[in-house]
């Protein structure tokens, strides 16, 4: 049980953060679009972007230019505008967080360099960020001393369903355990089971590891990424880099890293951190839980009136938008598009999208 | 039991359509505006607005230059961009319809004219015109030739809460009957009692007399407007026309002319018409008894989509509205507000109105 600091094993330079930015975020349509999604807008009144946030929470880690966005072409602009000191890789098309984080790896170690890679979703919030910092610094410092994946893990608070689980293994240092198991998002049931036995954790989407290490553990779990990884290595760099990109993301297969390597791992470790306000703000229901509701708990965002209604979320948008009558309701407005819905239904706002896919209304997808 | 064409007692000439269209028509907020009421609003894919579709339906009961529209001051500009040809008589304030209609039958009876007043609500809907037409006939022979006042009835069709009812007294002429009495608008059970006996009507609000009749009644139950109108009548014409008009206005009493002389006076007559469609469009939910809906009873009027929701009103501008798991939802976008509220709450819309007020956004009332 010893406790680390940055200097013991990870030097600032050592240390680069690697922020997933691929994801589509249908979950925030109509706000979320193809073109825009969900780590480009902002959940705060400071006008501070998901991914802005993302990026400036761990500037006390490491030094600007150590900052890497993996995201999808299309996005390449808005990262530029959004983080302009950040280096973009550029995923060719969409393969989930294995292919991305193994793509990250091998541009990574070009140079026979070896980084801590610390991983982070773009569009995840936490308001407690000190609390973030500490937690990723042992995860950065676990990471950096031996050949381990490092997964943060955080106390959970509720029985939440929304969150993959890790049931903590033997104690290893510090805040950090061997990892007993990784569990998929659990039913209410479950998931009071898991908060009420004080050995899970939830699955925070952070992880730290160093570039060979996870390397390795493609090899080993995913051998054709890894293949494909090294053919892109060998390119890099020259003509012949986007294209062998292409390739080999288009005969990939699409898997989490959780999935495709974590589970399978011996050499796991989680960080127990304590709660530090953490949100995945994977849903507008989420997404009101960071703001000030009035006295009937109503979240009115921007010109909303409700009358004879309670625990209703209103996103307005250069007009008032008057609901009387109406508990649990979801508003959003989006200038061009609107979502009307109950609280209970925003994890489908999926099947929107899906039937304004099937109306070829690209322009509001 | 005689029937009557229009030859025998009153000749085209003689046939003023006074057009009631002072009405604010909150309940149509947020499409309706204190600028912008009701009446001024289409209901139709044509677009004419409800008082165009008023005053074309009576075309064939007299001519262009017969046509009389009482009004607020405020909206004499868009009443002369509506119906062009038509006479506007601005009341100086809103008092409700018996003031109203003893101002157009004293501007009526200028050089001891006295013309039959067929007045009609300028914001009705009718879907069978020719069957209309039939019984405003009826009701203008019946107003000319004798000293009569007559309100169309028309045979309900469901037990409506929404409608004033009439019961018939003895048999006149025709479809003309004695009133037996004025009743407001009933409970649910009581409307249903009126529909099952077969000897109500409902009140459609259009009425026809000779203008010395209402003026003479108006006298008699209504003594001190009746007093206020002979000064006005005095100044007609004069630079003290609008002067004059005011101060009675402001001191008369705010009263309707069904409660304010009908119901005393003792020459009322009905016409028992048969349903011609009438409407008095007076919510969301009756405006949307209009249109066609989809295989899921829902109206989507505009760029809309419901999923797994039926039997909602949809009516988007400009924008897409999507509503997910709602059912019986009314959504009215006008562009810069928006009202949500179930269908059952449709009456309270004024409700929205007086809490703009109470906010002092009259820019949205």
Chains 1, 2 share one sequence.
């Not at 480009?40 to 900052?67: C, H, M, P, W, Y």
Request: some cysteine; glycine content about 8%; charged content about 20%.
């Amino acid at each position: 049980m010893t406790g680390y600091t940055m200097a013991d094993s990870a030097s600032a330079d050592d240390v680069k953060v690697v922020i997933l930015a691929g994801g589509q975020g249908t979950r925030f349509w109509p706000m979320s679009r193809t073109k825009k999604p969900k780590q480009f807008l902002s959940i705060s009144q400071s006008g501070e972007s998901l991914i802005q946030s993302t990026a400036r929470r761990v500037l006390g880690l490491t030094t600007k230019d150590n900052f890497v966005v993996m995201t999808n072409i299309m996005h390449k602009g808005l990262i530029n505008s959004h983080l302009p000191y950040a280096r973009v890789i550029c995923e060719p098309m969409i393969r989930n967080t294995a292919p991305s984080i193994g793509l990250a790896a091998i541009h990574l170690t070009q140079n026979d360099k070896d980084p801590v890679m610390l991983v982070l979703p773009a569009d995840h919030a936490v308001s407690n960020e000190e609390g973030l910092l500490t937690a990723l610094k042992e995860a950065v410092n676990c990471a950096a001393k031996s050949e381990v994946l490092v997964t943060l893990g955080i106390q959970p608070v509720v029985p939440h369903t929304g969150y993959g689980y890790i049931k903590k293994g033997k104690p290893l240092h510090g805040n950090a355990f061997n990892v007993g198991r990784f569990f998929e998002k659990p039913n209410h049931e479950r998931a009071i089971k898991y908060f009420e036995s004080g050995e899970f954790l939830w699955n925070s989407g952070m992880f730290a590891w160093r570039a060979s290490t996870i390397l390795k553990s493609i090899q080993k779990f995913m051998p054709e990424l890894y293949d494909g990884l090294i053919r892109i290595k060998e390119v890099i760099g020259t003509a012949q880099e986007a294209s062998v990109t292409s390739e080999v993301f288009e005969a990939c297969e699409s898997s989490s890293i959780d999935f495709g390597v974590l589970e399978h791992a011996r050499n796991c470790a989680v960080i127990a951190s304590a709660p530090f306000g953490w949100n995945d703000v994977g849903s507008w229901d989420a997404w009101a839980e960071h703001f000030d509701k009035d006295e009937n708990g109503n979240l009115r965002y921007g010109d909303a009136v409700v009358i004879d209604g309670k625990n209703c979320v209103v996103h307005s948008q250069n007009r008032l938008i008057a609901v009387l009558g109406l508990s649990d309701l979801v508003v959003i407005d989006a200038g061009d598009a609107m979502l009307v819905c109950p609280r209970g239904r925003v994890q489908d706002v999926r099947k929107v999208v899906d039937e304004l896919q099937r109306l070829k209304r690209a322009e509001l997808i």
